[in-house]
Structures are given as C-alpha cells and as structure tokens.
C-alpha cells in the first residue's frame, strides 16, 4: 500500500526497495560548473575593465581610457534594492546605477522561478565560497557540520543584517533615494568598494582571512550564516514552483542525496524541499542512483494516471542554464534598450571624485 506523505513532513524509513538503477549519467554538475566559472570570468573581466577605468581618473584623466563597464553594477546589491524601490514609487527608472537595479531584479525573478540558483550557479562568492570547502575537505579530510544548536541562531544572522538593510531603505522616500545616489558616496560607491580590496587594512584583512578559514571548515559558511543577499534571495525562493522533488515510490532510502547536500537538508526524508537554504545546486540530484526518484522539478500532476510522470515536468541542468541565461541577458538587453544601462554622469565629475576618493565619505557618516 502506498504511503501517504504530506509535503514536507518527514516520513518513515520503508524496507530496502530494488533499486532501479538510472539509465543516463548525471550531467548536472559538470554543467554548474562550468557556468559558475564562465560568470567568474566574466566577472573578472568587468573587474579588469573597471579597474582600468578608475586608473585613468586617478592619472589625471590621460593616459589610455577604458569605457566605465555598467555590469559592475551587480556588486552593489544595496542599490540595486534601493534603485528597486525607486522604481515601485515613482515608475521611473534611476538615473544612477540603473544597471544594479536591473541586474537585482533579474535574480530575483531567478530565485521567483528556480530556487536561490542565483547563488549555486551564478554568484563568484558562492563559487569561491564551494570551491574552499572542497578545498578544506581535501586539507582535513572532512568539512564540520554544526551542532543544530549553534546552527539554528547562527543562520538568523543573515536575516538579522537583511532586516537592517531593509529597515534602513524602508524608510526612505524616493527623494531621499534620490538624493542618496546623488551624494559623491553614491555616484563613486563602485570605487569606493573597489578600493576596499585594494587598500584592505589590518582588521579588515583579518576578517577577510577568518572567513576564508571558515568557509573552509564548514560548508558555505560565509552564504549560509551572513550574506544578506543571499537571504533575500532566500525569501523570494520559498515561492518557486520549481523545486527539489523526491518520489517516495522510486527512491531506496540510500541516504546519499541528504549526504551531498551543502546545505545538510534532509533531502531522502522529505517529498519536497522547501528550505530557503536550498541553492539549486543538483548535488542531491547528482548523487541519487535511482531512475527519477529525485528531479529538480514542477509539481507534480493531481491525477494519479500523469503523477506517474511528474519527472516529466522537471528541469535537467541544461533547462536550468537556459532559463538563468534567458533571464540575465533578457535583464541586461532590456536595459540597452530602453537606454537605461549606463551610468550617466559627466566625465568631469568622476575626474573631480576619483582622485580624491578618501576625502568621499558616506553621507550618514
Ligand atoms: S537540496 Fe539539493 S539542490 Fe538544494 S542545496 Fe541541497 S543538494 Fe543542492
Ligand atoms: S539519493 Fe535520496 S532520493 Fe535518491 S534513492 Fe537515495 S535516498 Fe532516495
């Protein structure tokens, strides 16, 4: 007889099924991959191109000029959320940092439709974050999981830091976000961040180290417990209908999909994964050897002549790249088109700003 199980409760371990080993090899993480390190490239080369750019302006405008690359945008996450709430007051899109705005809505439709796969596939922090506790497992022989204890209020900090951010920007009027942006700190806060790695102080390079060491001994350290981002993200991701989807009837109880997951989910004992922490990442779905008992996927029909297709409905590796590239691209190609991609200040005012940039401090300071 089959067992009922209500979405998201936890069922009982079931007497060991046969095993109806999967016809094709999973794919999924060969294909993260090599997504996650293409945007980490692209990445690196808005970076060089920026950086370039600043350079010009700190020579004293001569020299060899590089065009200012309006992507680098998507490493100012707090205005992109300001300029998005810009925009939900006064219709208008604004005129400093629009690409932020636009590149912030687009993951956040991401994590709409697909879970937080911003954060497993395209973010450079996730990237750099997964490759040191790989890095760690390879150095220790193992990554640490918290006690439940300490992991529980551990990640509420990011909530805690989100819920600053937003407390801060909930507050302000569209003038107020206007008149921010319009600030020296808020047309140069691209530099300013720039300049924060280039002349990283002490304390500040200790914290930076601290993290790397503890990203190394627990998994996704730095995502799971402090990005704010990725706590947004996270929020937005409970409404995706696409999720990590388990059939009860075609799964072993092997446990090994619970055993891959970053995020200690418990994935072999649920039907469905709700959990904010989920990143998309398919390493559940990459791990699991049994034909479609664990699909990244739709809900599954009402009836029980097409529930016994619901794998039909999911989304392989490829359909995930697709929708994240039809995504960002469709975000920035709209931005061109509409003219609202760049920037645009005249080139005296950063010539005036760059130079000086440490006399450029932030308003409220
Ligand atoms: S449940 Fe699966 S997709 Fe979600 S974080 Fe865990 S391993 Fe990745
Ligand atoms: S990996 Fe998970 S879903 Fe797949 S058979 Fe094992 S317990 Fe079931």
Known sequence: MATVIAAGTITPRAPRKKLDRRSTPDRSQRIRH???WLFVALNLWIGAQFFLWVRFFERGATGFYVPRPAGVEGWLPIAGLMNAKYLFLTGRVPAIHPAAMYLFLGFLLM????????????????TLAESLWRAGRRVFGRNLR???WLDVPLRGLKY??????LWIIGGMSAEMLEGFMATPYGLVADVKMLNFFRDIGLTAAIVVGLLALLSM???????????????????????SPVKIRRDAEACI????CARACPAGLPVDRLVQI?????????????????????QFALPPRKTAALRQRWYRRALGPVAVTAVLAYIFLGAVLLAHATNHWQT??????????????????????
């Open 253 to 256: 109880d092997c446990g090994k």
């Open 217 to 239: 001994l627990v998994q996704n350290f730095w995502c799971r417990y402090l990005c704010p981002y990725g706590a947004l993200l996270g929020l937005a991701s409970l409404f």
């Open 111 to 126: 994590s709409l439709l697909l879970k937080k796969a911003f954060c497993g596939w395209l973010c450079p922090v996730g």
């Open 146 to 148: 918290l006690y439940r």
């Open 160 to 165: 805690l830091l989100l819920g600053f951010f």
């Open 344 to 365: 645009n200040i005249p080139q005296a005012i950063y010539a005036r700003l760059v130079p000086h940039i440490d006399q450029v401090t932030h308003p409220g300071i």
């Open 274 to 294: 709700r959990s904010a922490e989920c990143s998309a990442c398919m390493a559940c779905v990459a791990a699991c050897p049994a034909e479609n008992a664990l």
């Open 34 to 36: 090599a997504v996650q």
